[in-house]
C-alpha cells in the first residue's frame, strides 16, 4: 500500500514539475520573441495570465497546479526577470 502511494505521489510531483518546466520554456520563449514590443502594463498582464496555463494543464491531466505554478516561477525569475546576473552589475545600474 505505502508503495503505491509512494508511486502515486512521485508521479504527481513529477508530472506538475514537467508542466512548470515545459510552461516556463515556452513563456521565455514568448517573451524574448516579443521583448520591447509590448507596453509594461500589457508585459505584467501576460505574465500574470501566464501562471493561470500551468495550472489549468496540470489540473486537467490530474496533476498539481500549485507545483507547477512554483516551479515555473522560479524558472521566470531565472531566465525572465535575470536571475543570472551578477549582483554587482544590478546594483551599478540601479545607482546609475
Known sequence: ?????ALHFAGILSGSIGIGLLC???C???FWALRG?????TEVMIF???SLIPYYIADGVGCSGIIAIMV???FLDYFVIGGFQSEESSWMEYMA
Not at 514590443?37 to 502594463?41: F, G, L, S, Y
Open 28 to 30: 521565455t520563449i514568448y
Open 37 to 41: 514590443r509590448q507596453t509594461a502594463v
Open 24 to 26: 516556463g520554456i515556452f
Open 1 to 5: 500500500a505505502y508503495q503505491q502511494i
Open 72 to 74: 515555473m516561477g522560479f
Open 48 to 50: 500574470f495570465t501566464w
